[in-house]
């Protein structure tokens, strides 16, 4: 049986980064870039290899996705949490006889998650700080709504004056019915550990 073919990395981001000399989309060296084409499966293998396990902060490109589950009583706890007390999110008849005709979530309910998303991620193996979002409410989010919420990363840039890189991404909220809810946008710092940082030197 043919062995399938070793895919390029390449992330249409094709940014050279002076201070790592690495690709700021996928993390290869110019020779590694230019010598692709010519090289055998072996060698690009082994520059896959080598490229994953560069010290790196944010790749552009990078895609982050979670789920989130909105039964009535998660709605009614999470708006009292925030104090919010529109009866929308409180009262079943009242939201029953609304033109929405059941409880609907608190807009920072959705918005909250979203934001929480990337500081979970990120601080995996970073040290994540937001410093700019964007919320678009686009749709009403119902009790027993399931919601996918992804996000992803279309810029990230060395910033000297912040110690990290400076990051922006877009993100979205969809229900189970495959309708956009929210629209996002945000900017945040992802700054190295102190082992990324002995890496780095």
């Not at 409180?90 to 409880?103: E, M």
Request: with cysteine; hydrophobic share 40%.
């Amino acid at each position: 049986m043919m062995s399938q073919a070793v895919a390029s990395p390449c992330t249409d981001v094709c940014r050279m980064n002076p201070r790592t000399e690495l690709c700021d989309g996928c993390f290869r060296t110019i020779d590694e870039i230019a010598g692709w084409s010519s090289f055998d499966d072996t060698q690009k293998r082994a520059v896959l290899n080598l490229a994953s396990r560069r010290p790196r902060v944010v790749r552009i490109g990078e895609r982050l996705e979670a789920t989130l589950d909105l039964p009535p009583d998660s709605i009614k706890s999470f708006a009292t949490l925030v104090n919010d007390q529109n009866p929308l999110h409180h009262d079943d008849a009242y939201a029953k006889a609304s033109r929405f005709g059941s409880l609907i979530a608190s807009g920072t309910q959705p918005t909250a998650h979203l934001m929480a998303m990337l500081a979970t991620h990120f601080s995996a193996y970073a040290q994540p700080l937001g410093l700019e979002f964007g919320i678009k409410l686009v749709r009403a989010v119902r009790a027993n709504d399931v919601l996918t919420m992804r996000w992803r990363v279309i810029d990230a840039q060395w910033k000297t004056s912040l110690n990290g890189d400076l990051v922006k991404l877009e993100g979205e909220a969809q229900n189970q019915l495959g309708e956009t809810v929210v629209k996002a946008t945000a900017t945040i710092v992802v700054m190295p550990t102190t082992a990324q940082w002995e890496k780095r030197e």
